[in-house]
């Protein structure tokens, strides 16, 4: 390798986007068998998830998709 490096490439890549329904489905299929549409909107709410310096989802014409970071934070929280 080079040891003088005069280029960076960034690869840009698409983060995975889901819908509130695909979490709330991806949580119980992991066990979390009392996770509902409710207990996800509660979670988001307190936490402020949707604010843009959370970077935990984005929205798109309108509809709002969530990020897997904010999966991890469902994982972590939800008790």
Do not use: T
Request: with cysteine.
């Amino acid at each position: 390798m080079h040891e003088d490096v005069e280029h960076v490439l960034f690869k840009m890549v698409e983060k995975n986007k889901y819908w509130p329904k695909e979490i709330v489905k991806i949580m119980k299929d992991e066990g979390f068998d009392s996770f509902n549409m409710h207990k996800h909107i509660k979670l988001w709410k307190e936490k402020d998830a949707k604010n843009r310096n959370c970077h935990y989802g984005v929205d798109v014409s309108g509809q709002w998709y969530w990020y897997d970071n904010w999966i991890e934070y469902c994982r972590e929280n939800y008790a």
